[in-house]
C-alpha cells in the first residue's frame, strides 16, 4: 500500500485518461493515413484545434468544476474525442469513402476492445 497523498488522484486521472484511448488510437490512425498521403497540413490543423480545446477545457474542468487531477484527465479524453470528429470527416472527404457507414463495426470493435483493456479501469 502506498502513503503518498497523491496515489489518488493519479489512479484517478489513469482511469480517466484509459476512457479517452480510443480516440487517442483513432487519432493516431487517422494522422498516420493522411500523412500517406501526403498531407500533413490537415493533421496539423486539427492538432492545433485539439490542443487549443485542451488548454481550454483543462483549466475549467480543473480549476472552475474544482476535479483536480481528474479534471485535468476529463478535460483531455473530451478534447481528443470532440478534435477526432472533424478530423474524420476532413478523412472522410478526402478518401471519398462512406468511414461513417462504418461506425457500425467500429462500436463492435469498440466494445471488444473496452471489454479486453476493462481491467485497466478498475
Not at 10 to 16: F, G, P, Q, T
Not at 17 to 40: K, Q, S
Not at 62 to 82: D, P, R
Amino acid at each position: 500500500a502506498t502513503t503518498s497523498p497523491m496515489w489518488y488522484s493519479a489512479l484517478s486521472y489513469l482511469r480517466i485518461r484509459a476512457l479517452g484511448t480510443p480516440a487517442a488510437t483513432l487519432w493516431l490512425v487517422t494522422n498516420g493515413i493522411f500523412r500517406g498521403l501526403g498531407d500533413t497540413r490537415t493533421p496539423l490543423i486539427y492538432s492545433l484545434l485539439f490542443t487549443g480545446m485542451n488548454a481550454v477545457l483543462d483549466p475549467f474542468f480543473i480549476f472552475k468544476l474544482n476535479f483536480g487531477a481528474s479534471g485535468a484527465a476529463a478535460g483531455t479524453a473530451l478534447a481528443q474525442y470532440i478534435a477526432l470528429v472533424p478530423l474524420i470527416m476532413a478523412l472522410n472527404k478526402k478518401i471519398q469513402i462512406n468511414i461513417f457507414g462504418q461506425f457500425k463495426d467500429l462500436g463492435k470493435t469498440l466494445k471488444a476492445y473496452l471489454e479486453a483493456g476493462g481491467y485497466v479501469l478498475i
